[in-house]
C-alpha cells in the first residue's frame, strides 16, 4: 500500500520563488525587516549593534558568534529575537554544551529498532537536524566528535544517517562563548564563523537604563509576557530575503559588484582587508572573503536599500579570531575608514 506523501511545509516552496515575484515584494520586506530590528532594540539597552548584525547574519545565512562574559546578554539576545520573529516548535534548537555532551543531545538519539536491522540512524526529530534557527551556547567546549559533525552542517548544511548525506534545515546559527579558544583543532571551526562579536556589559556607562530594562525583563517572565513579540517580521521574511539577494547575486551580465559594489569602494574594501592582514596579522581566507562580500551586500540592502557604501565596511570591524583582535578591530576599522 503506498504511502500518503507528507503535507509539503510553506516555507520549502521560498527557495522556489523567481525573481520578479520577490522584486515586487523587495521594499516591503525591507520595511518589516527594519522595522524589526529597531523595534527589538528598544527592549536591551545599547544592544543595536548587535541585533542588526544578527539580523545580517541571519538574511546572509552566516553563522555568527557572539562573545562575552556570563551575564551580558548573549542567550537573552538569541531568545528574544526568536521570539520576536514567531519561531517555535522544531524550527528552534537551542544547547548548552560542554565537553561531557553526547552527539546524541545535540543531533537526535540512535533509534534501537533501526540499530537492530543494522542501520545507524538517529532519530533527528526535535533536534539540530530540523530547526531552522540554532544556538549554540559555549560552543567551543563540545566534543570533537561534536565539533566534527558541526562543520559538516555548518559547510554541506547535511550530517550523516547511516553513512548517507540527509540535509538539515538549517538557515540560522547563533553561537555564543565565553571566551574564544586559541587550541588549534578549533581552527576549522572557528573560521566558519567570519563574523565574531563582542557582547559587553553596559553597567558603566548605562547604569540606571541598564537597571530600569533588567527589572522590566524580570518581571515581564514572571508575568509570562513577551512585549518583544510585536509581529514585524517572520522567519518567512527572513527566507524571501535570502532568496532575493542569492537570486541578484546570481546574474552574470552584468556581475552583481558592477552594479552594487562601486570601484571606489571595491578599492576602500582591498585597502581595509589588506591593512589589516599586514599591520595586525589577522587572518582572512579565501572563503571568509567571499562571503564578507555577501554579507556586505546584505547589510547595504537591508539598512539603506542599494550599492554598498563605506558605512557598509564597518562589518570588517567583527573578523577579530581572538579576543584581543576583536577588540582592536572594534576600535580600529572604523578609524581606518573615518567614520569613527
Not at 537536524?129 to 559555549?138: C, G, H, K, M, Q
Not at 509581529?231 to 559588484?257: F, V, W
Request: some cysteine.
Amino acid at each position: 500500500m503506498t504511502q500518503p506523501a507528507k503535507p509539503r511545509d510553506p516555507l520549502d516552496t521560498v527557495a522556489e520563488m523567481p525573481l520578479e515575484k520577490l522584486q515586487a515584494e523587495a521594499q516591503a520586506l525591507r520595511d518589516r525587516l527594519n522595522r524589526f530590528r529597531l523595534a527589538l532594540g528598544r527592549h536591551f539597552v545599547d544592544k543595536q549593534p548587535l541585533i542588526d548584525l544578527m539580523l545580517v547574519a541571519a538574511v546572509a545565512q552566516e553563522p555568527l558568534l557572539l562573545v562575552g562574559p556570563p551575564g551580558t546578554a548573549k542567550s537573552d539576545l538569541v531568545i528574544k529575537f526568536k521570539d520576536a520573529l514567531g519561531i517555535e516548535g522544531s524550527d528552534y534548537f537551542e544547547y548548552l554544551l560542554t565537553r561531557f555532551t553526547e552527539p546524541s543531545e545535540v543531533l537526535g538519539p540512535i533509534d534501537i529498532n533501526e540499530l537492530r536491522s543494522g542501520r545507524y540512524i538517529r532519530r533527528e526529530r526535535g533536534k539540530l537536524p530540523t530547526a531552522r534557527l540554532v544556538f549554540l551556547d559555549e560552543i567551543f567546549k563540545a566534543s570533537s566528535a561534536i565539533l566534527n559533525s558541526l562543520l559538516t552542517v555548518i559547510n554541506e548544511r547535511k550530517f550523516y544517517q547511516d553513512g548517507v548525506a540527509v540535509p538539515v534545515k538549517l538557515k540560522m546559527l547563533f553561537a555564543a562563548t565565553n571566551e574564544i579558544p586559541e587550541h588549534s583543532e578549533l581552527g576549522a571551526l572557528k573560521d566558519r564563523f567570519v563574523l565574531k562579536a563582542a557582547c559587553r556589559s553596559v553597567q558603566e556607562t548605562h547604569f540606571i537604563e541598564l537597571l530600569d530594562a533588567g527589572l522590566d525583563s524580570q518581571t515581564n517572565k514572571d508575568l509570562n509576557q513577551k512585549p518583544w513579540v510585536e509581529g514585524h517580521a517572520n522567519l518567512e521574511d527572513l527566507l524571501k530575503a535570502h532568496r532575493y539577494l542569492t537570486l541578484l547575486m546570481s546574474r552574470r551580465e552584468p556581475r552583481d559588484r558592477e552594479l552594487f559594489f562601486r570601484d571606489e569602494v571595491m578599492r576602500e574594501f582591498r585597502r581595509v582587508i589588506r591593512t589589516l592582514v599586514r599591520e595586525d596579522e589577522v587572518f582572512v581566507s579565501d572563503r571568509k572573503l567571499i562571503k564578507l562580500y555577501r554579507l556586505l551586500r546584505t547589510r547595504a540592502w537591508i539598512v539603506h536599500g542599494g550599492a554598498v557604501e563605506r558605512e557598509d565596511l564597518q562589518l570588517l570591524a567583527y573578523l577579530g579570531e581572538t579576543r584581543e583582535e576583536i577588540d582592536l578591530l572594534e576600535e580600529k576599522v572604523p578609524r581606518l575608514l573615518g567614520i569613527s
